[in-house]
């Protein structure tokens, strides 16, 4: 899972990466997760900080 930050407009250097410019590459925040479709980000716990659930193929939630 690789995080992106979205600088909001165009910006020197900026990685093309889709939604227009401004993107900022942040890093991986989680390897060895499942495909990109079966996981979800939000902040679950109500702590200000975004956590990620995976969903699996028996639509069950790990967090």
Known sequence: MQAWL???TD???DTGA???GGW???GTVAAGVVSGSQVRSADFDGDGKADYIVIDDEHSVKA
């Open 6 to 8: 979205n600088r909001g």
């Open 11 to 13: 910006m020197p250097g």
């Open 18 to 20: 889709p939604g227009g």
């Open 24 to 26: 900022q590459a942040m």
